[in-house]
């Protein structure tokens, strides 16, 4: 019933949206990587879009056990990075879009007593949290490893 409530199932919503689009941003990324012949990296995005694809199996379970139909808007367009530089930063800025629509998506389910979905938001703000901090990192790695000069 509270499930009707539709702020909260736009936050679904969107939330799958956000998920939907963070797979195929990984996986075009893991094949720019490929492409620049950067096989850690794209190692790692593989593992990136895994990640993501369980954060939306979590939220595909809850619409279903809710009874909300299954839909996402369309998936926004995806910028191609021209460096892994580049890259970083993109994936920075999106993860960043996601922990501020996870923390508003908790807060209101807290205050307006959605208790399932308050705990579905915080375990994913918690995950996304991580990947921002993760992604941070990954930026400052290849600033240091091009900061040396050559690439190949
Ligand atoms: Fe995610
Ligand atoms: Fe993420």
Do not use: K, N
């Amino acid at each position: 019933m509270s499930a009707r409530d539709p702020r909260l199932v736009g936050y679904l919503q969107r939330a799958l949206r956000a998920e939907i689009t963070a797979i195929t941003l990984y996986l075009s990324q893991a094949h720019e990587a490929l492409e620049w012949g950067l096989p850690e990296l794209h190692a790692r995005l593989l593992q990136d879009a895994r990640d993501e694809l369980e954060h939306e199996r979590r939220i595909v379970a809850h619409l279903v056990h809710e009874g909300i139909a299954v839909r996402a808007l369309d998936l926004p367009p995806l910028r191609r990075a021209r460096s892994p530089e580049e890259l970083a930063a993109l994936s920075r800025t999106f993860e960043a879009e996601v922990v501020e629509l996870y923390d508003d998506a908790a807060e209101y389910c807290r205050r307006f007593g959605h208790r399932e979905a308050a705990e579905l938001f915080e375990a994913l703000l918690d995950d996304e949290r991580q990947h921002l901090a993760s992604v941070v990192e990954l930026g400052g790695a290849i600033r240091a490893q091009s900061g040396g000069g050559s690439r190949g």
